[in-house]
T-cell receptor, first 116, second 114 residues
Framework: EPEVTQTPSHQVTQMGQEVILRCVPI?????FYWYRQILGQKVEFLVS????????KSEIFDDQFSVERPDGSNFTLKIRSTKLEDSAMYFC??????????????FGPGTRLTVL | GNSVTQMEGPVTLSEEAFLTINCTYT??????LFWYVQYPGEGLQLLLK?????DKGSNKGFEATYRKETTSFHLEKGSVQVSDSAVYFC?????????????FGRGTSLIVHP
C-alpha cells in the first residue's frame, strides 16, 4: 500500500543552524502539507502546497520557514535558523485533489526535531 | 475561532474493557468531524468520520456520533484489544467556503494491558 515517508526520523541540531526535513508523498497525490506537534500540545498546521506554490499557510509559517518540491518526488521543509521552540515532531501529509470537498490526508510517521 | 478539546491521557485499560475518549469542538460553521489514530512509529491514519449531525462514523469496532446539540464527537469501542494501544486525535474541518485544513486536538494516548 502506498505511504508517505519522511527522513530523517530524528534530527538533532544546534540553535541557529539550518535544517531540511524531507518527505516523499504518495506518487499520484497533488496536495502536500506540513504540520508540527510540540510535545504535549496540539497538531498544528504549517503550510499546504499545490501546483508548485504555497496554497495556504498559518501564522506559524513565518519567514524562517520555506517549502520546496525540488524534484518529482520529494517535498521539503527548510527552517533557516532554528530556535529552541522549533523542537517538535514535524509531520508531512499528502492528498489527492478533488475540488470542493475534504480530501483525506495521508500522513508520514514524522521527524522529531530537537534543537539544542 | 475553531478548536477541538480532547480528554487528557493517558487512558489505561485492561483488554476487553469499554473505551470512551471524549471530544468536544467549537466551530464558526458546520464542521465535518474526524478521528485519527497514530500507532507507534507510524503516521496519523484516518479512523472514522461524520459529516452531518446525528451521523455515526464507524471502523474497526470504533464508533463516534456527531452530536450538534452538545458539540461532541466522543469515540467509543465496546471491547478494546492490546493492538488498539495508540494515540487518538479528534479533528474538524470546515467546508463550503471554509478551509479544509483539519484542526486537531492534542491527542489522547490509549494504553491497553493484557
Amino acid at each position: 500500500e502506498p505511504e508517505v515517508t519522511q527522513t530523517p526520523s530524528h534530527q538533532v541540531t544546534q540553535m541557529g543552524q539550518e535544517v531540511i526535513l524531507r518527505c516523499v508523498p504518495i506518487s499520484n497525490h497533488l496536495y502536500f502539507y506540513w504540520y508540527r506537534q510540540i510535545l504535549g500540545q496540539k497538531v498544528e498546521f504549517l503550510v499546504s502546497f499545490y501546483n508548485n506554490e504555497i496554497s495556504e499557510k498559518s501564522e506559524i509559517f513565518d519567514d524562517q520557514f520555506s517549502v520546496e518540491r525540488p524534484d518529482g518526488s520529494n517535498f521539503t521543509l527548510k527552517i533557516r535558523s532554528t530556535k529552541l521552540e522549533d523542537s517538535a515532531m514535524y509531520f508531512c501529509a499528502s492528498s489527492e485533489y478533488i475540488a470542493g470537498s475534504y480530501n483525506e490526508q495521508f500522513f508520514g510517521p514524522g521527524t522529531r526535531l530537537t534543537v539544542l | 475561532g475553531n478548536s477541538v478539546t480532547q480528554m487528557e491521557g493517558p487512558v489505561t485499560l485492561s483488554e476487553e474493557a469499554f473505551l470512551t475518549i471524549n471530544c468536544t469542538y467549537t466551530a464558526t460553521g458546520y464542521p465535518s468531524l474526524f478521528w485519527y489514530v497514530q500507532y507507534p512509529g507510524e503516521g496519523l491514519q484516518l479512523l472514522l468520520k461524520a459529516t452531518k449531525a446525528d451521523d455515526k462514523g464507524s471502523n474497526k469496532g470504533f464508533e463516534a456520533t456527531y452530536r450538534k446539540e452538545t458539540t461532541s464527537f466522543h469515540l467509543e469501542k465496546g471491547s478494546v484489544q492490546v493492538s488498539d494501544s495508540a494515540v487518538y486525535f479528534c479533528a474538524l474541518t470546515l467546508g463550503s467556503g471554509g478551509s479544509y485544513i483539519p484542526t486537531f486536538g492534542r491527542g489522547t494516548s490509549l494504553i491497553v494491558h493484557p
